[in-house]
C-alpha cells in the first residue's frame, strides 16, 4: 500500500465554523506533513510531525491546530478561518523526517471559506 | 524553504514531441524530485535522484541530478495527451524546496 488518503474531498465551511481534515498512511511511514497550496502555485509547508511529535510549526496562525493520534492518522483542526484560508490542503508522509527520505502526497482537501 | 527556478514557465506540446524543462538553486541539495500534479489532485512522484551526476528513466520519463547538486532537468519523450498537467522540481533537505511548476498543456 504506497497511498495517502485524505478526507473529506471537499469541504465549505463558514467562517464560525469549526472543522477537521483527516489523513491516513499504512507504508510505516514515521514523518508526517501538512501543506496548503493555492491556484497554480506549489505547496506550503504547514507542519511536520516526526515519530507522532510536532517538529515544525511555519508560523501558522493558530486558528490551525495539527494534532497526530498515532503514527498513521493526521488531523489538522480549523477553527474560526478567513475567507483566505480557501486552498487545496495537501497531507505528505515520508519514512523518515531525512533528505533521502521521498515524501508522498495525498490528493488533498478542496478547502473554501465563505 | 526556497523557491528554485524552474523553467519554461509553461509550454505547449503535440503529440509526439519530446520536450524538457529544468530547475536550478543556488543551494545544494542531496535530493531531487520531480512531481506532477492533476487539476484538483495531490502531486505525484515521478522520479527521484539522489546522487550528483545520476540519470534516471522511469518510462519516457528521463530525469539527472546536476553535477554541481544544484540543477536537475526533465525530459518527456514521446509525448501524450495524459501528460498535461503542471510538473514541480524539489529539492529535498529534509524541507522541500520547490519550483513555481511548468504547465504543460496541448497544443490545439
Known amino acids: 500500500d504506497t497511498e495517502v488518503t485524505q478526507t473529506p474531498k471537499h469541504l465549505v465551511m463558514g467562517m464560525t465554523n469549526k472543522k477537521s481534515l483527516k489523513c491516513e498512511q499504512h507504508m510505516g511511514h514515521r514523518a508526517m506533513y501538512w501543506y496548503k497550496q493555492k491556484a497554480k502555485k506549489p505547496p506550503e509547508l504547514m507542519f511536520v510531525?516526526?515519530?507522532?511529535?510536532?517538529?515544525i510549526n511555519e508560523s501558522v496562525p493558530s486558528r490551525f491546530s495539527p494534532e497526530c493520534p498515532n503514527s498513521s492518522l493526521l488531523n489538522l483542526h480549523l477553527h474560526a478561518l478567513q475567507p483566505e484560508d480557501s486552498a487545496l490542503y495537501l497531507c505528505?508522509?515520508?519514512?523518515?523526517?531525512?533528505?533521502?527520505?521521498?515524501?508522498?502526497f495525498g490528493p488533498g482537501t478542496r478547502l473554501t471559506v465563505l | 524553504g526556497q523557491q528554485l527556478n524552474q523553467s519554461p514557465q509553461s509550454m505547449f506540446i503535440q503529440e509526439g514531441e519530446d520536450v524538457s524543462m529544468n530547475c536550478t538553486s543556488s543551494s545544494i541539495f542531496n535530493t531531487w524530485l520531480w512531481y506532477k500534479q492533476d487539476p484538483g489532485e495531490g502531486p505525484v512522484l515521478l522520479i527521484a535522484l539522489y546522487k550528483a551526476g545520476e540519470l534516471t528513466s522511469n518510462g519516457r520519463l528521463t530525469a539527472q541530478f546536476g553535477i554541481t547538486r544544484k540543477d536537475s532537468f526533465l525530459n518527456i519523450s514521446a509525448s501524450i495527451p495524459s501528460d498535461v498537467g503542471i510538473y514541480f522540481c524539489?529539492?529535498?533537505?529534509?524541507?522541500?524546496?520547490f519550483g513555481a511548476g511548468t504547465t504543460v498543456t496541448v497544443r490545439a
Open positions: 524539489a529539492g529535498q533537505g529534509p524541507k522541500l524546496s
Open positions: 505528505a508522509s515520508s519514512q523518515a523526517y531525512l533528505p533521502e527520505s521521498e515524501q508522498f
Open positions: 510531525y516526526s515519530y507522532e511529535k510536532l517538529s
